[in-house]
C-alpha cells in the first residue's frame, strides 16, 4: 500500500514537504503524531491524526504515538485565542495512561513486529532538562526572527480578543522541534505529521535537526486538513461539547448518533477519512447513496464501522436497538436489553420526572400519569387517548386508563416509559 496515495485518495493529505514521497518509497519509516493529553480521553478531533498512523502503519511503516506529558503542561499557541490552565504533573501522568489504552484499539503495540507502534511521552525526555542546558543548546539554533514569523504566532500576536502571547506559549514551537530532534536521535524518526494547524511547529522540528546536525540529516513533513462540518464550523462539537472516545463521557449510543446524523456531504467525505474501508467499497457504497438518499446507507455503515472501531460490536448493536427504540418499531423486549447507561442517553432531552416508588406502584396509571406527574395536561386528556389506543407503557399499549401500575412495569425495577400517540415520550424514575 502506497502511503501517500491512500491518504490522497482519502482527502486527508494537506501539506507535505519536498522528498517525503520519495523517502517512503526508498523505506520503512518511522513517524510520529503528537497528541496533548489534556483530558484523559481522546475525541473524535483527534481521528484524524490516528487514523493517519493507522494507515501509516498499514502500509508497513512505524508509527510512534508520542503524548505530550511536557508540553502538556504549557499548551499550544495554535489555534487558540487564549491560554489553556494548566495542568498537573499527577493529572497529566493519568491522561497519558488512558489514551494509551486507547490507542491500542487503533494500532498493534504488542505484535513484536519490526514496524509495532510505540508510545512515546516527551515527558521522559524533558523533566531533567534544565532551562539553561537547554537554552544553551537547542534555543541558541532557531532565531526569534523564525519563531515570529510563523503563522500560529502571528494570529495570537494580532488577533483582536488576544491578550497577547505569553513566553511560556512562545516557547511551545522549539520544545516540540527538540521532540522531533530528539526521536530522529533516538528513534530514527524522520517523519512527523499532524494536523494543518501543526504545519509551522513541525516545520520549526525540521529546521532545528537540520541546523543541529547540518544539512545531512533530513527530516520530513505531512500534515491532513483541519476537518470541519458542511458549514464550516469545527468538526466533532455538539451542543453537549466534545464527542469523546471514552464511554464516560459519550455513551455508544450517542457516539454512532453523532456520526448517523452527518449530512450526506460531510458522510461521504467522513466515510474516507474514519474507516479503513478501501476504495472500491466506498465508491460502491457512495453510488448506492446517491441513487436513496432516503436510506441513509452511508451514514449507517460509518456509524457501524467507526462505533465498532472505538467501542465493540456489541455496542454498536445495542446503539442501533436503542435508536429503534425512537425511531422504529421497537418493542419491551428491546428496551430491557439496554443497560441502564443506554436507557438514560436514548431518553435523554425528553420530559422527565422523578416519583417515589409507594406513590407509582399501585397506582392507577390515569393518577401517576396526569396527576402524579404532568406527562398528560388533564386526566381526560390522558383517558381520551388510552381509549383510542394513543398511550403505551414500555412499547406496549396500555389496556386501560385505570390500569393499575405494578412494581413488574418498571424496567430494571425503576423506569417506566410513557409513550403519548407516536412520538412524545416521558420517562418516570422511581426512587
Not at 241 to 264: A, E, H, I
Not at 306 to 327: G, N
Request: charged share 25%; net charge negative.
Amino acid at each position: 500500500m502506497n502511503f501517500v496515495e491512500e491518504l490522497r485518495w482519502r482527502g486527508m493529505l494537506h501539506q507535505m514537504m519536498p522528498g517525503t514521497e520519495e523517502l517512503l518509497e526508498r523505506e520503512t519509516v518511522t513517524a510520529y503524531v503528537g497528541i496533548d493529553p489534556t483530558a484523559d480521553s481522546l475525541h473524535i478531533g483527534h481521528l484524524c491524526g490516528v487514523m493517519m498512523l493507522r494507515h501509516f502503519q498499514r502500509a508497513g511503516h512505524k508509527p510512534l504515538a508520542l503524548v505530550g506529558g511536557a508540553t502538556g503542561m504549557i499548551g499550544d499557541p495554535s489555534g487558540k485565542s487564549a491560554e489553556r490552565n494548566l495542568l498537573t504533573e499527577d493529572v497529566l501522568r493519568h491522561n497519558v495512561s488512558c489514551i494509551k489504552a486507547q490507542l491500542a484499539r487503533f494500532l498493534d503495540f504488542e505484535s513484536g513486529a519490526p514496524n509495532a507502534a510505540e508510545l512515546v511521552n516527551n515527558y521522559d525526555w524533558m523533566k531533567d532538562y534544565s532551562f539553561l542546558d537547554f537554552a544553551r543548546e537547542i534555543g541558541k539554533h532557531i532565531t526569534v526572527n523564525y519563531m515570529m514569523a510563523k503563522d500560529s504566532v502571528k494570529r495570537r500576536l494580532n488577533g483582536e480578543a488576544s491578550d497577547g502571547l505569553s513566553f511560556t506559549e512562545f516557547t511551545y514551537q522549539l520544545l516540540q522541534g527538540y521532540d522531533f530532534l530528539h526521536l530522529y536521535q533516538e528513534k530514527g524518526c524522520k517523519l512527523q505529521m499532524g494536523g494543518s494547524d501543526q504545519w509551522g511547529n513541525i516545520t520549526t522540528g525540521t529546521e532545528l535537526i537540520r541546523r543541529k546536525l547540518g544539512s545531512e540529516a533530513e527530516a520530513f513533513a505531512l500534515t491532513c486538513p483541519l476537518i470541519t462540518k458542511a458549514d464550516g464550523k469545527k468538526f466533532g462539537k455538539t451542543e453537549q461539547g466534545n464527542v469523546w472516545l471514552d464511554r464516560r463521557y459519550t455513551t455508544p449510543y450517542k457516539f454512532y448518533q453523532f456520526w448517523l446524523n452527518v449530512g450526506d456531504e460531510e458522510a461521504e467525505r467522513y466515510i474516507k477519512i474514519f474507516t479503513s474501508l478501501t476504495k472500491d467499497e466506498i465508491d460502491g457504497l457512495v453510488a448506492a447513496h446517491r441513487e436513496d438518499p432516503g436510506r441513509r446507507l452511508l451514514q449507517k455503515r460509518l456509524g457501524e464501522e467507526v462505533t465498532c472501531m472505538v467501542h465493540s460490536r456489541e455496542d454498536y448493536e445495542m446503539a442501533v436497538e436503542a435508536s429503534d427504540i425512537l425511531f422504529g418499531k421497537a418493542t419491551k423486549e428491546s428496551l430491557l436489553k439496554l443497560d441502564e447507561e443506554t436507557l438514560l442517553s436514548v431518553f435523554d432531552g425528553v420530559p422527565q420526572f422523578t416519583v417515589e416508588k409507594a406513590m407509582a406502584v399501585g397506582a392507577k396509571a390515569v393518577d401517576l400519569l396526569a396527576g402524579t406527574t404532568q406527562c398528560f395536561a388533564s386526566k381526560g386528556e390522558m383517558r381520551k387517548m388510552a381509549q383510542g389506543g394513543g398511550v403505551s407503557l414500555n412499547k406496549e399499549k396500555l389496556q386501560a386508563f385505570d390500569q393499575i401500575i405494578g412494581e413488574e412495569d418498571f424496567v430494571g425495577g425503576k423506569f417506566l416509559i410513557v409513550q403519548r400517540g407516536k412520538k412524545n415520550y416521558f420517562l418516570i424514575t422511581v426512587k
